[in-house]
């Protein structure tokens, strides 16, 4: 019975509650992007703090031969990938405040990378009840779906895209009179934009799916301008890639054809839109 009066008082609290304005949502998301910050501003502390280890392990490994991939790789293609034992670059510092600039930024770029999936549950409880009940359960999926692959995009820029590029561009010698001094600023511009721009380009598939729910795109249309787009893509990847050079760029626009294939498995068809 106290169920049943619970239930009917619920019903006439929702029956009664007005309409939220334009302020009230403007209000909401204020708060939302407060706490956003919040959690950033906390995250970045933890990240700064943890910086000196992490650079260490993570962010310098692929400057040496003892990183995990290449010798992983090596393995496991019996001796098709071989890399140099000796291979080690040294990174220059030629700035006085490079260093300390180096580890604020680092630090918040990693932040973040962390506080991505607090993002997107924000979103989520922003836009949530805007939605019908049979919308939540594909828009749930759509949040967790890019969440992970925004954090498959960092990694494969990571393991894969960043070591190769870096050792093919330290590698390649143009005269044996010339020496590479890489500086931090360098080393670290392009590590911190190659892992955060191939994080948000693997959204790609998710952008596809919800263009292709709001009627915007479907899979005839993508099958239609795929010739353009591959032209889009290789621009792309050089834009990505700073170097601009054909090996990078392969490393690149490889991942990003994939994913414009699996935008195409994800949309709609054309009658179902």
Known sequence: MENEVKEKVGSQTEEVMPELT????????????FRIA?????CTV???ISMPYIFDQYIMAPTTSDFFVYKWLSDVSGGLFTFAD????????IN???QFFTHISTSLSLGLVLVFPYVIYEIWKFIRPALFD???AHIRTAFIGGTLMFYLGCAIAYLLIFPFTFRFLTEYELSAAIHNQIDLSSYIGNFVMLVMVMGIVFEMPLLA?????LGLINKSFLREYKRHAVVGLLVMSAIITPSGDPFSMMLVFVPLYLLYELSIL??????AS
Not at 22 to 33: I, P, S
Not at 38 to 42: K, R, S
């Open 134 to 136: 049979h919308e939540v």
């Open 46 to 48: 933890i990240t700064f």
């Open 266 to 271: 994800v949309v709609k068809d054309e009658s």
């Open 22 to 33: 334009f302020w009230d949502h403007l209000e909401v998301l204020r708060w939302a992007l």
């Open 209 to 213: 799916w919800v263009l292709s729910c």
């Open 96 to 98: 006085v405040a490079s």
């Open 86 to 93: 000796d291979f080690h670059i040294q990174i220059i510092n």
């Open 38 to 42: 919040c959690v950033l501003a906390a």
